[in-house]
Structures are given as structure tokens and as C-alpha cells.
């Protein structure tokens, strides 16, 4: 047995499997380590490498990610699992928290890849983006070599995403304000929603599918917007995994594409260059600056300010000689570090970079640090720069005296004051929680962006999934209550992929009478109240189309009636939620898959067994 299996597996904290892996389950694999920490762009943008490398490959590859953290707040093993559903991760990730993995292999960047065959022998070590075709290339010579010695079973895997219940809103992005309207990247349902600031959800643009599809609200795709900006009934939307600026236009209902390929663009000198032939890089946030004819775009993926101008249909660089670092000054002497948060006023752009954990400003052709010192310097405390720290900010406000910056893994809300160039603890403590209460008490999960409204700040809880309001007046964070018009239920379809699936064989049921149908539950566990639970039985020689159908109200009652069936095949299937009964508890999800066939010696009752 390999000594790097032995490596790879000594951490036990393993995330997407139902225990920790061992090395005899890597034994004879061909073993793609991915090496990341999920505040890394870099990382995020050869996600979708390794989801092609896994849907070419199948079982014959086996990708794990090794998460080795560079923040503080990244060594959560909770915070990976946000951060594993919010980027659609599903191969297993272990914890490296103490950095064990990574040091045993010698690696020295986010992202690295390294390539192990089945005799447990590193092939080769990748390190950066664009290594996309080397490392296919390698992977095919390694499959051949080996051909018929690769051990290909099913590992132990459980999705994270199998375990999560359903929310109104899924890892809320950005927010802006206009004509009344709140509007929120609802970015992991692929969509924007637009809401009264008492939480009544009033539209939605995207048709929660992941794409880019231009068109009407219903049939526009997009993939994980985040920075929005309004003005004259249209929505502007970053479109990051899309590296595309997109356009939605409230009156026609139509959403067009303003900017970008489709393709993750590497230009870092653009100068007037036509939007839609040029390539975009993760853009993460938009202002109007330095009028409202011009958009600047924070290019997270490139390290840059770009500018967006409306009427020429132009793309230029404003700020940003595209290193990752901290330098101040007017371009190309100024770097920035994955800019991730825009805020205009009074003639200035405020901006945080997230990897220097800084706030900086841009005025009159000039960049300059308020708050923050290095890649590396972060942490949680007051003062002035040189003394302050922050971890990792996503999201800036700046007001009329006050800016407010969204302190997102110190999970707090921070008020700099540019009169004295103090940053001061606002709302929030340091710690990652759900709590609503005095500025003092309250608690957030990683909070994207932040927006005052009047004598209010709205607030993007990301990982919470909710909006909060912070009452400037009353000096209280509160949890906005969000309701969505209810839509009529989809009929359920027949699907050979259900999550958490568990098949059976064949039952004789009773033809020509009515079948009960059990859902077991231990003690101390019920059905989730919220979350979409059904049954639907198919006729086999009908399918798609069910006969019945049970929504998540019958299936509460843990007792349902099947009509009478003639003889002939059947199946019944459909996902059901359930959770604990007590305060934290775990949700889970199990699906069936039954077949039935009705004939007259069968069975009148089953029984689905959940745990």
C-alpha cells in the first residue's frame, strides 16, 4: 500500500462521503488531487477543469480535493461544506487544516493538481490554471498503461448537497436598490429576485438553470451572478461564472448580454476594446463611476478595475497591472488583489480587495489603502491602518459619512470612518452564527455584501441564506421575513436519478384495491415541514406522467393510500426530507425507487423505512 494513500487519508475530516476514507478504498485508483482554499479565484476558476476531467474519465478517475486553508475562517470544516455547495463540488474534499497534506507533498500554491497512478507514484504535479489539456493528455496515458488494473468501485460518497434543505433564497450575492425595489443575486438558484423591503418576493429573472441563455425572464440562464446594479428599469448583472456583464431590461422583460465571450478571458491591458469580443475574468461587483454612463466591473479573476461604457459598448482597464499584491499609485503602478466589493460616492470608489483583507479607494486616477497591509495580515481588530484587520471582505457601502464593509469571514459588519480613518466593529462579533438582536449580540455566516436604505442596512447573509437589517436607530439586526407567491406544483416526472437513492426489488402488491403505503420514521425524527417531499406512482407503460401524486403535506402524515391497480408493472418513487426534533438539528434526505407489480396474491400494505 502507498505511502501517499496513507498521506492523503491520515486527516478525518472528510466532506460529499459517509465516512472518512481509507487507503485501502485509493487503492489502485488513478487519484487527481486537487489542492485549493475556497477564497482562491484561481481555484474556483479550474472547478469547471476538473468537472470535465471527471465526466470524461468517470470511474476510471477518482478527483479529491485537498483544502488547505489560507484564511482562519477556512479551516471550518462547516464553511468548506458551504463552500462545496455554493461551487457545485461533488467528489470528496478532505480538511488540511493543519496543512499536513499539503506539506507531505511539497505543494507551494493554490491551485495544484497532482497526478497519482494505481501503483500509488505521483506522475506529475500541476500548479495554476490552464493546465486543463496536460493534464487530460496525462490521465489518457495513465489509463492506458494500466488498462484493466484500475480498481474502478463506487467510493463512499454522500453529497453535501443531498443533505441541505431547500431555502427561499440559496447564497444571496449582491443587492441594490431601485424604484422601491430591493433586488438580490440569488446566486445559488441561478437567478435575480426582486422583493418589497418588507420581504415580498415580486419578480424573478433566470430560469434557475445554469447557462447563459439570453431571453425573456423565463428562459435567460445564468451562472452564479453576483454584482447587480439598477438605474432607468434596468437591472445590470456580473454574471462571474459566465465572465460575462448582462442586462435586464424590466420593461421588455428581456435579458441581453452587454459584455464578455462566454469564456474566461486573461487580457489585462484592454483600452476601448469591443465588449462583446472581449473576454471577461470573474467579474464580481459593479458601480456607476465616474457617471452613470460608465460601469466599472471588479475583475476578481484578473486582479483589475475595468470600466464598461454604456453608450460606446466599450471595455477599458481602470485600475490594476493585474498582480495579485497591494501597491497604491496611479496604473500600471497600482495592484490589486481580487477586488470584490464597489461603492461610489461623492467622486470617490471605494473598493475591498478580499485577499489583502483591505479597503482601498480610487479618485482622480489613483488608488489608495485605508485599512489593510498584505496578502497575508488579517485578522479582527480595530484602529487605523497599520492596526486594523479584517478577513477577507466581500462587500462595501459607502454613505454619506460612514462606510459600512462586509466583513465576510470575520462574519461581521465593519464601519470605517474616513474623517479619521478608523475602522470600528459595527454589527457582529467575530464568530460565525445565526442571531438576530443588538449589534453586539448579533451573528452572521460569511455576509456578501451590505446596503443602506434609508435608516437601514441591508445585508446579503450568504451562507445563511437570509437578508438582515441592520436598524440604525434601534441598533438591532433582524432577519427579513421573505415569502414567495406560490406556484403551482409541477406534476412529477419519472427520473432515473433521485438524490440519496434507495432501490429495491420488485413487490407484489394487491391488484384492484386500495395499497397503504408506510413511511417509517424512528423516534425523535419527523418529516420537514418545509422542504418539497413526494411520492408519485407511475404506471410503467405510461411514463413520464404519474397517475397520482402525493406533495409534502400527505407525505407528513406518514400514511398514504395508493388508487386500485390493475395488473401490470408500476413504480413508486419520490424524495422525502426529514429532520430531528431538536434545535439544530441535522436534515436528511432519502429517495425511493419502487418497483410494484399488481397481481392477486399481493401485498396490501409497504412500507418505506427512512432510518
Not at 268 to 292: E, M, V
Amino acid at each position: 500500500m502507498s505511502n501517499l494513500h496513507r498521506l492523503i487519508t491520515h486527516q478525518t475530516g472528510w466532506l460529499n462521503t459517509s465516512r472518512p476514507l481509507t487507503p485501502e478504498d485509493l487503492q489502485g485508483r488513478i487519484l487527481l488531487l486537487d489542492f485549493w482554499t475556497y477564497c482562491c479565484i484561481n481555484c474556483m476558476h479550474v472547478i469547471p477543469d476538473l468537472q470535465y476531467l471527471e465526466e470524461k474519465f468517470g470511474s476510471d478517475l477518482t478527483v479529491i480535493g485537498v483544502h488547505s486553508a489560507k484564511f482562519a475562517n477556512e479551516r471550518d470544516s462547516e464553511n468548506i461544506r458551504q463552500a462545496i455547495l455554493r461551487y457545485g463540488i461533488h467528489h470528496p474534499v478532505v480538511n488540511d487544516f493543519d496543512f499536513s497534506t499539503w506539506q507531505g507533498f511539497g505543494i507551494r500554491a493554490w491551485p495544484t493538481f497532482v497526478l497519482i497512478n494505481p501503483k500509488g507514484i505521483i506522475e506529475k504535479t500541476y500548479s495554476g490554471e490552464g493546465n486543463r489539456a496536460a493534464v487530460e493528455r496525462d490521465i489518457e496515458g495513465v489509463r492506458k498503461k494500466y488498462e484493466g488494473q484500475i480498481n474502478t468501485s463506487k467510493l463512499p460518497i454522500a453529497l453535501e448537497q443531498d443533505k441541505q434543505p431547500p431555502s427561499i433564497l440559496s447564497f444571496p450575492g449582491k443587492l441594490t436598490y431601485g424604484d422601491g425595489k430591493l433586488f438580490i443575486s440569488d446566486s445559488g438558484h441561478q437567478r435575480i429576485v426582486a422583493m418589497t423591503l418588507d420581504g415580498t418576493i415580486i419578480d424573478s429573472i433566470g430560469s434557475g438553470k445554469t447557462g447563459h441563455d439570453d431571453g425573456d425572464f423565463a428562459q435567460a440562464s445564468f451562472h452564479t451572478p453576483q454584482g447587480i446594479l439598477y438605474k432607468d428599469n434596468i437591472l445590470y448583472i456580473a454574471d462571474t461564472d459566465n465572465h460575462e456583464l448582462r442586462a435586464a431590461d424590466l420593461a421588455a422583460r428581456q435579458v441581453t448580454t452587454l459584455a464578455g465571450t462566454g469564456e474566461q478571458g486573461h487580457e489585462r491591458n484592454a483600452r476601448n476594446k469591443t465588449a462583446l469580443s472581449t473576454a471577461l475574468a470573474s467579474p464580481w461587483a459593479l458601480a456607476f463611476y465616474p457617471d452613470d454612463k460608465h460601469i466599472v466591473i471588479a475583475m476578481a479573476g484578473t486582479h483589475q478595475l475595468w470600466s464598461y461604457d454604456i453608450d460606446g459598448k466599450t471595455v477599458s482597464i481602470v485600475a490594476g497591472n493585474g498582480n495579485e499584491s497591494i501597491d497604491d499609485g496611479r496604473y500600471p503602478l497600482n495592484s490589486l488583489s481580487q477586488p470584490s466589493g464597489l461603492s461610489a460616492t461623492a467622486g470617490k470608489l471605494y473598493f475591498v480587495d478580499s485577499e489583502t483583507s483591505s479597503l482601498r479607494v480610487f479618485e482622480k486616477g489613483e488608488v489608495k489603502t485605508l485599512i489593510g497591509t498584505g496578502l497575508f495580515d488579517f485578522g479582527y481588530k480595530e484602529g487605523v491602518k497599520g492596526t486594523a484587520l479584517m478577513q477577507h471582505p466581500l462587500g462595501v457601502f459607502a454613505g454619506s459619512t460612514d462606510i459600512f464593509v462586509a466583513d465576510s469571514y470575520n462574519h461581521s459588519i465593519r464601519r470605517f470612518d474616513p474623517a479619521t480613518g478608523v475602522l470600528s466593529n459595527f454589527a457582529g462579533h467575530g464568530a460565525r452564527g445565526n442571531k438576530d438582536g443588538t449589534f453586539a449580540e448579533a451573528e452572521f455566516n460569511e455576509p456578501n455584501d451590505v446596503l443602506q436604505i434609508g435608516n437601514k442596512l441591508y445585508i446579503a447573509d450568504t451562507n445563511n441564506n437570509a437578508i438582515r437589517v441592520a436598524d440604525l436607530d434601534g441598533k438591532t439586526v433582524s432577519t427579513l421575513a421573505i415569502s414567495e407567491p406560490p406556484r403551482a406544483a409541477a406534476a412529477p416526472e419519472f427520473s432515473e436519478q433521485l438524490p440519496n437513492l434507495e432501490k429495491t426489488d420488485t413487490t407484489n402488491v394487491a391488484a384492484n384495491m386500495a395499497i397503504t403505503v408506510n413511511i417509517a420514521l424512528q423516534n425523535g425524527w419527523h418529516i420537514n415541514e418545509e422542504a418539497p417531499s413526494y411520492l408519485a406512482l407511475f404506471d410503467m407503460a405510461a411514463k413520464p406522467k404519474a397517475i397520482t401524486s402525493f406533495d409534502r403535506k400527505a407525505t407528513r402524515q406518514k400514511q398514504i393510500a395508493l388508487p386500485a391497480l390493475a395488473s401490470g408493472a408500476y413504480r413508486l418513487q419520490g424524495t422525502l426530507y426529514y429532520c430531528e426534533d431538536k434545535q439544530g438539528a441535522q436534515c436528511l434526505i432519502k429517495s425511493f425507487d419502487l418497483p410494484l407489480a399488481a397481481a392477486a396474491d399481493g401485498k396490501k400494505e409497504i412500507t418505506l423505512k427512512l432510518n
